[in-house]
């Protein structure tokens, strides 16, 4: 059984910064693709960014392109989501995720174990 601890998330005012991290069991990390997934109130919940397993590619929403950064230490088994320029529509709870292969994919159903989630509020 895998288990993802997510941590990072918080308040924090328009223009600020969060790093979030999860941390996750299992010998076999690095086979596996990881994202970030996020919920906002009353929307569904959205890929905000996916790394693969080598953490040799990464792609992002448009909406945190150039603000967000995924990466992941498969030696600690930890992947991070680094927050900057944060926007007050980035509000919601932050999901870790580990995908079914080592390819990412932008569907929650590609991805087989998940986090209980973080909140990232942030202030206008």
């Known amino acids: 059984q895998v288990q993802l601890v997510e941590s990072g998330g918080g308040l924090v005012q328009a223009g600020g910064s969060l790093r979030l991290s999860c941390a996750a069991s299992?010998?076999?990390?690095?086979?596996?693709?990881m994202g970030w997934f996020r919920q906002a109130p009353g929307k569904e919940r959205e890929l905000v960014a996916a790394i693969s397993g080598s953490g040799g590619n990464s792609d992002y929403a448009d909406s945190v392109k150039g603000r967000f950064t995924i990466s992941r230490d498969n030696a600690k088994n930890m992947v991070y989501l680094q927050m900057n320029s944060l926007k007050p529509e980035d509000t919601g709870v932050y999901y870790c995720?580990?995908?079914?292969?080592?390819?990412?994919?932008?569907?929650?159903?590609?991805?087989?174990?998940w986090g209980q989630g973080t909140q990232v509020t942030v202030s206008s």
């Open positions: 299992g010998r076999t990390f690095g086979w596996y693709a």
């Open positions: 995720a580990r995908a079914k292969s080592g390819r990412f994919s932008a569907y929650d159903r590609d991805y087989d174990y």
